[in-house]
């Protein structure tokens, strides 16, 4: 079993940046796979990042491309940076490791 604990999230003015961690507990040492997901009310969860290397390089949802990285480090962790933050990005943000998925943690951008 997994366990996946997401932080970082919070309030932030348009133009900011936050920076989320997916923390894991249990055994991953079959789990390869990681991406960061994102819920906005009354809207389908969306993909926002998947990692494909370790430690840096991922593929980008359109809407974040530029603006979000996704990183990992050596203990687990998972990250996303997140700049320039605009209103449409306020959404509860999912961690995911294969099938496991973190409880989410919002992020609200307004002025």
């Known amino acids: 079993q997994v366990h996946l604990l997401e932080s970082g999230g919070g309030l932030v003015q348009p133009g900011g940046s936050l920076r989320l961690s997916c923390t894991a507990t249990g055994d991953l040492s079959r789990i390869y796979s990681a991406a960061w997901y994102r819920q906005a009310p009354g809207q389908q969860r969306e993909l926002v990042a998947v990692?494909?290397?370790?430690?840096?390089?991922g593929d980008y949802a359109d809407s974040v491309k530029g603006r979000f990285t996704i990183s990992g480090d050596n203990k687990g962790t998972i990250y996303l940076q997140m700049n320039r933050l605009k209103v449409e990005d306020t959404a509860v943000y999912y961690c995911k490791r294969a099938e496991y998925w973190g409880q989410g943690t919002q992020v609200t951008v307004s002025s």
């Open positions: 990692m494909t290397t370790f430690g840096g390089g």
